[in-house]
């Protein structure tokens, strides 16, 4: 799974953590502190105390624009206050919470895709399924955080610099070309979508995956938005790798020896393949 800088960036700013006085390895804060008020050039220089690694302002603007889709920031911009922000770390269990809500509404609603076609409608599943590094902080905690901010310091020292497309790792070499256009023809796209929908009707006569509900609910939902993309007849690379070919890889692994892995594994040869990518 690709994993955005932006959000390891928005997590640290809300965890519990500190670089020690050495700049070597992230502690954990003793003390509750006070969530973080102040300009965005204020919010600059707290955001690079967090990671332990220098930003670009546009990786700032992203972690903002993470924070404040995850209702985890109150931004304010008037022509005498200028812009104002207000990280609130301590709503993201009620996120979490909120987003676990909107998939058992979709799930009543027999509205499995709304979560990604509609997120006005299921604002906090939609957020939860863009920013999937947030899951992984719910489940794992500032630990895991603090071992990711180590492992992309010692990236950013080897290399001089950060990625410049904000990921860290790639599905099959995909990321490199991730910003080209992906085009289909007529018949491509009925095959594809054939192949598609055959895998969507398989997750969807599953019961639950891995006995965690919502999972099921938020793969169909990935799958038909990576189905919409290519009926569309274009898309942009990295667009059918979010939701496409990481769910289809997902499918592939946990359903190995099933129907499922099967019918993954071969739609992912088969998109490789169209993509150019051995």
Not at 71 to 100: H, M, Q
Not at 246 to 272: D, H, K, N, P, Q
Request: with cysteine.
């Amino acid at each position: 799974m690709n994993r955005h800088l932006c959000d390891y960036i928005a997590l640290a700013v809300i965890s519990q953590m500190e670089w020690d006085d050495d700049g070597d390895v992230p502690s954990i804060f003793r003390t509750k502190r006070e969530p973080f008020r102040g300009d965005l050039d204020e919010f600059k220089i707290y955001a690079e105390q967090r990671c332990g690694f220098p930003l670009t302002d546009e990786l700032v603007r992203q972690a903002v624009r993470s924070l404040a889709e995850c209702r985890l920031l109150r931004v304010t911009d008037d022509n005498f206050s200028g812009t104002y922000l207000k990280v609130n770390g301590d709503r993201f269990a009620d996120f979490i919470k909120e987003a676990e809500e909107d998939f058992d509404k979709a799930k009543e609603n027999l509205d499995d895709s709304g979560v990604i076609e509609r997120p006005s409608d299921y604002p906090a599943a939609n957020a939860f399924v863009s920013h999937p590094l947030f899951d992984d902080y719910h489940e794992l905690g500032d630990g895991w955080l603090r071992r990711a901010l180590v492992g992309i310091q010692k990236y950013y020292n080897s290399n001089g610099q950060l990625p410049e497309d904000g990921i860290m790792g790639d599905i099959s070499g995909i990321a490199p070309g991730s910003d080209r256009i992906v085009r289909f023809t007529d018949n491509e796209i009925h095959d594809f979508d054939e192949k598609t929908s055959e895998i969507i009707d398989a997750v969807t006569a599953q019961n639950q995956i891995d006995d965690q509900p919502g999972v099921r609910e938020l793969i169909i939902g990935q799958l038909k938005a990576g189905r919409e993309l290519i009926r569309a007849g274009v898309s942009k690379l990295h667009l059918l790798e979010l939701t496409l070919i990481e769910t289809l890889r997902f499918l592939a692994a946990r359903y190995e020896r099933e129907m499922i892995g099967g019918l993954a594994a071969a739609l992912i040869t088969a998109l490789l393949t169209h993509i150019g990518i051995d």
